[in-house]
């Protein structure tokens, strides 16, 4: 697995949004979604949920798969990133 994977947002954002020239309130309008809640995810400071994945998908920017996909693959990155204790196997 791929270490630091980037976060959703900034994807969406720089390979979207940017080179769309969509600004966020028009972006979170269409999405119906309020403003605040599409910036925290685009600047990465919450994460992809599963409604937003489907408003994507329904807007026609890839499959709710895809950015559900995304967001676990950041997800673990950090999580591997993290100090972890010690596991013994289960059997």
């Known amino acids: 697995m791929m270490k630091n994977h980037p976060h959703p947002g900034e994807l969406l ?3 979207l949004l940017l080179p769309l020239g969509i600004e966020v309130t ?4 269409r999405l119906g979604m309020s403003r605040t809640t599409l ?8 994460g992809i949920s599963p409604d937003l994945a489907i408003r994507l998908e329904r807007a026609g920017v890839s499959t709710a798969r895809f950015w559900m996909t995304l967001q676990a693959d950041h997800e673990l990155s950090l999580a591997e990133q993290r100090k972890q204790p010690k596991v013994r196997k289960l059997q």
Do not use: F, M, W
């Open 39 to 46: 910036s925290r995810v685009i600047n990465g400071r919450t």
């Open 13 to 15: 954002r720089e390979d």
């Open 26 to 29: 028009d972006a979170a309008q």
